[in-house]
């Protein structure tokens, strides 16, 4: 109880706004975290199972903790200082171990060094690493999955998330939580269970096991989107969206323990060599001088309290009412509303999108003038959120294009003068049917515009770690190139609407 009290509750408090970060993360419709609400009570049962070792190796203070401890504390203090939830988050995995290192000492530790490593499938990724991750498994499992059909005759074309069963109605949509990182970082885990508390301890074994963990994941998830293609095709779209889809599910994840079991016994078998953990004989570790556990007690109360302040300090909060402000009528372009089923669809992926864009005040419209021609546009206003803001690319490239051309290009028609402005410039072709689009973008603020992420990311930092948050946006102008005009004049059309936007956009930061 008393390392509890004098080590681990200040380390609590300390974290608290970190930890509710990931209870949130946890909790995301894109149910990528479910499955660590099982690990705590994992690590609490190998803990149970092991307590008649570990009790009876003695506990004492070890100041070698410190060389974790210290870093994850710093990191901790960087994140909180930039409002950076997920650097905070990141900084336990060195904070834990560290703490538990020092209140208990490395005798106390032998063997449970694996279940402390258990805090590495509790921290969710940064949203950016995650919607990165996603999108390429989710192309891995499409395109694998429509092929390894096609070669079975399922006749499936692809558009965009959506695989279409020639001849029939309907379409399978593959959504993100469907693409692969969900089973990968489940299996990843169940992986490091059965490595570290079962079986034989041979290094060779668990180092093999660990390594066919994410391959096994993605193949099985590539395997199910095949499976759902060919169940479209010879019961129908709806079975295979239904029934079909519940029994893929079940039938992928029986595989995959299956696949791993067998291939831990086979390991265990060919190179486990023993058969449990050797456990060293126990003793006194040796004197580490008169220091107590309160002197680092008392360092760790003093940081609680200002760590979790700045944790939770937000002098700005969070709108989500500008973004829909922007004008219907922009440059001789109307706003073109959606059909109900558009807006249906609309509708059902905006909580996906608001946790990937880390705002609610973002908008997607469809503008078009007297000659028909068509401008595509993303409006995110953004405050101390401004992490969540994603490059352009990463968006084009979700919607299912290839990215051709991807520049920074000048840009003196935005401003006055002698204003060195640069905007983002991407040509892509859309994969379906072969479409190129011209897209313009620009972050910016009331005061400051630039088309470059990293002048964008360099512009809100210091201004994060100072509490001086400034409100901005981003703005993403995209045209078809139609048949018969150059990219240039496609980027003229896209120059003048976003050159009108542009000072719309910076009243509403105001």
Same mark, same amino acid.
């Given at each position: 109880?008393?390392?509890?009290?004098?080590?681990?509750?200040?380390?609590?408090?300390?974290?608290?706004?970190?930890?509710?970060?990931?209870?949130?993360?946890?909790?995301?419709?894109?149910?990528?975290?479910?499955?660590?609400?099982?690990?705590?009570?994992?690590?609490?049962?190998?803990?149970?199972?092991?307590?008649?070792?570990?009790?009876?190796?003695?506990?004492?203070?070890?100041?070698?903790?410190?060389?974790?401890?210290?870093?994850? #504390? $710093?990191?901790?203090?960087?994140? *909180?200082?930039?409002?950076?939830? @997920?650097?905070? !988050? &990141?900084?336990?995995? /060195?904070?834990?171990?560290?703490?538990?290192?020092?209140?208990?000492?490395?005798?106390?530790?032998?063997?449970?060094?694996?279940?402390?490593?258990?805090?590495?499938?509790?921290?969710?990724?940064?949203?950016?690493?995650?919607?990165?991750?996603?999108?390429?498994?989710?192309?891995?499992?499409?395109?694998?999955?429509?092929?390894?059909?096609?070669?079975?005759?399922?006749?499936?074309?692809?558009?965009?998330?959506?695989?279409?069963?020639?001849?029939?109605?309907?379409?399978?949509?593959?959504?993100?939580?469907?693409?692969?990182?969900?089973?990968?970082?489940?299996?990843?885990?169940?992986?490091?269970?059965?490595?570290?508390?079962?079986?034989?301890?041979?290094?060779?074994?668990?180092?093999?096991? #660990? $390594?066919?963990?994410?391959?096994? *994941?993605?193949?099985?998830?590539? @395997?199910?989107? !095949? &499976?759902?293609?060919? /169940?479209?095709?010879?019961?129908?779209?709806?079975?295979?969206?239904?029934?079909?889809?519940?029994?893929?599910?079940?039938?992928?994840?029986?595989?995959?323990?299956?696949?791993?079991?067998?291939?831990?016994?086979?390991?265990?078998?060919?190179?486990?060599?023993?058969?449990?953990?050797?456990?060293?004989?126990?003793?006194?570790?040796?004197?580490?001088?008169?220091?107590?556990?309160?002197?680092?007690?008392?360092?760790?109360?003093?940081?609680?309290?200002?760590?979790?302040?700045?944790?939770?300090?937000?002098?700005?909060?969070?709108?989500?009412?500008?973004?829909?402000?922007?004008?219907?009528?922009?440059?001789?372009?109307?706003?073109?509303?959606?059909?109900?089923?558009?807006?249906?669809?609309?509708?059902?992926?905006?909580?996906?999108?608001?946790?990937?864009?880390?705002?609610?005040?973002?908008?997607?419209?469809?503008?078009?003038?007297?000659?028909?021609?068509?401008?595509?546009?993303?409006?995110?206003?953004?405050?101390?959120?401004?992490?969540?803001?994603?490059?352009?690319?990463?968006?084009?490239?979700?919607?299912?294009?290839?990215?051709?051309?991807?520049?920074?290009?000048?840009?003196?028609?935005?401003?006055?003068?002698?204003?060195?402005?640069?905007?983002?410039?991407?040509?892509?072709?859309?994969?379906?049917?072969?479409?190129?689009?011209?897209?313009?973008?620009?972050?910016?603020?009331?005061?400051?515009?630039?088309?470059?992420?990293?002048?964008?990311?360099?512009?809100?930092?210091?201004?994060?770690?100072?509490?001086?948050?400034?409100?901005?946006?981003?703005?993403?102008?995209?045209?078809?190139?139609?048949?018969?005009?150059?990219?240039?004049?496609?980027?003229?059309?896209?120059?003048?609407?976003?050159?009108?936007?542009?000072?719309?956009?910076?009243?509403?930061?105001?």
């Amino acid at each position: 109880m008393k390392p509890f009290l004098l080590v681990f509750l200040p380390l609590l408090v300390t974290y608290a706004t970190a930890l509710g970060w990931c209870v949130d993360r946890w909790n995301a419709p894109t149910d990528y975290f479910t499955h660590c609400w099982l690990v705590p009570f994992v690590g609490a049962l190998v803990v149970w199972l092991r307590r008649a070792d570990w009790r009876q190796r003695p506990r004492a203070l070890d100041l070698g903790g410190l060389w974790l401890l210290v870093p994850g #504390l $710093l990191l901790h203090f960087v994140g *909180a200082a930039l409002m950076i939830d @997920s650097w905070s !988050a &990141a900084s336990i995995v /060195l904070t834990l171990p560290g703490a538990a290192w020092l209140a208990l000492g490395r005798e106390r530790l032998r063997g449970m060094w694996p279940v402390l490593g258990l805090v590495l499938f509790l921290i969710p990724m940064p949203i950016y690493v995650e919607g990165r991750m996603a999108f390429v498994l989710k192309e891995i499992a499409v395109r694998g999955g429509s092929w390894i059909a096609n070669l079975a005759g399922a006749d499936i074309v692809r558009d965009g998330d959506r695989l279409l069963p020639q001849g029939l109605e309907g379409s399978l949509f593959v959504a993100d939580a469907c693409g692969g990182l969900r089973s990968l970082l489940a299996m990843l885990t169940l992986g490091y269970c059965l490595v570290f508390f079962t079986g034989p301890a041979s290094f060779a074994r668990r180092t093999l096991l #660990l $390594l066919v963990a994410a391959p096994l *994941a993605i193949v099985a998830n590539v @395997s199910r989107i !095949a &499976a759902l293609c060919l /169940l479209a095709r010879w019961f129908g779209v709806p079975f295979a969206e239904g029934t079909g889809h519940s029994v893929a599910n079940a039938v992928e994840w029986l595989a995959l323990l299956f696949a791993l079991v067998s291939i831990d016994g086979l390991l265990a078998r060919r190179l486990g060599g023993g058969g449990k953990e050797s456990q060293a004989p126990v003793s006194r570790p040796e004197a580490i001088g008169t220091t107590s556990l309160v002197k680092p007690a008392v360092i760790l109360w003093l940081l609680a309290g200002p760590l979790l302040w700045l944790s939770t300090y937000r002098p700005f909060g969070d709108r989500d009412d500008r973004a829909v402000q922007i004008p219907a009528s922009i440059a001789g372009y109307q706003l073109e509303k959606r059909t109900p089923e558009e807006q249906a669809a609309f509708e059902k992926r905006i909580p996906q999108w608001r946790e990937l864009l880390g705002t609610a005040d973002f908008v997607w419209r469809r503008y078009r003038e007297s000659k028909k021609r068509q401008i595509s546009l993303v409006a995110l206003f953004h405050d101390t959120n401004w992490k969540s803001v994603h490059p352009p690319r990463i968006c084009i490239e979700g919607s299912n294009m290839t990215i051709e051309q991807d520049s920074l290009e000048q840009a003196p028609w935005l401003g006055t003068p002698g204003d060195d402005l640069v905007v983002s410039r991407i040509v892509a072709r859309r994969r379906t049917d072969k479409w190129r689009f011209l897209t313009l973008s620009v972050f910016g603020t009331e005061s400051w515009v630039s088309g470059d992420y990293w002048d964008f990311t360099l512009h809100h930092l210091p201004l994060a770690l100072l509490r001086q948050n400034e409100s901005g946006f981003l703005l993403r102008v995209e045209t078809p190139i139609y048949g018969g005009e150059s990219e240039t004049t496609a980027e003229l059309r896209c120059r003048e609407f976003l050159q009108q936007l542009l000072p719309e956009a910076r009243k509403l930061c105001r």
